[in-house]
């Protein structure tokens, strides 16, 4: 399966642990998207990578969160210190360079944090 | 800002018969716009899109969408409902003028009854 992976897909913490969650892309996708999604509402935008840089970040997106994407490729996205309103999906997209303007996200299964 | 509503929580419709998922959205200029359909337990999955030109856009599963740039609407139909499509739609958007900040609305349960 050549689709976005994420792991892991379930990780349930005690509050004020910090965790860490993955996403592979595509390989030919330079675009990648972070997107939180709280039960019964559409994903929220978190942040967003072309190549390696960090080009645009939400409000949603406070200190406690980053994301890297050292080389382009794989992207993580930590949480430190977490509480038990960051309890949601995290999901991650990509998309190929946008060439024909608008390219649709293709999105992985998530992970779902639960904190205690 | 961006913006967008799907005014119904749930749409129960008949297999056989024709759907419609509404979307309205607001940007502050021309949109790109989307939907994306959501099974249990699987990932958001790519239906269509509207970038430019016609205003009526096909895609996946015989899904189809209207781009009515006056009302600012976006709706999702179908002209023959099945079973299987029961899941649950988001509608998006992203101002072409605003970066890649993509914004979805809170999602629409179709329901299609045998």
């Known amino acids: 399966d050549t689709g976005v992976s994420q792991n892991p897909r379930h990780k349930i913490t005690k509050r004020g642990q910090n965790v860490t969650f993955r996403c592979d892309p595509i390989s030919e996708h330079n675009r990648l998207y972070w997107y939180r999604q709280t039960l019964g509402q559409g994903p929220e935008f978190l942040t967003y990578f072309q190549n390696e840089a960090q080009l645009e970040k939400s409000r949603l997106l406070s200190d406690r969160f980053s994301a890297e994407r050292p080389k382009g490729s794989f992207s993580t996205l930590e949480i430190q210190r977490t509480e038990q309103g960051d309890s949601a999906m995290y999901l991650c997209a990509s998309s190929p360079p946008d060439g024909s303007r608008g390219n649709e996200q293709f999105f992985g299964p998530g992970t779902r944090l639960t904190v205690l | 800002a961006q913006s967008v509503a799907q005014p119904e929580d749930q749409v129960n419709v008949a297999e056989g018969n024709p759907l419609t998922v509404k979307c309205t959205y607001s940007?502050?200029?021309?949109?790109?716009l989307f939907w994306y359909v959501q099974y249990p337990n699987r990932g958001l999955q790519f239906l269509l899109k509207?970038?430019?030109?016609?205003?009526l856009v096909k895609g996946s599963y015989g899904f189809e969408a209207e781009f009515n740039k006056s009302q600012t609407s976006f709706h999702l139909k179908k002209p023959s409902a099945l079973v299987s499509d029961s899941a649950l739609y988001f509608c998006a958007v992203r101002d072409r003028n605003y970066g890649q900040n993509f914004v979805f609305g809170p999602g629409t349960r179709l329901s299609v009854l045998p």
């Open positions: 509207y970038i430019t030109g016609d205003n």
């Open positions: 940007v502050s200029g021309n949109p790109y």
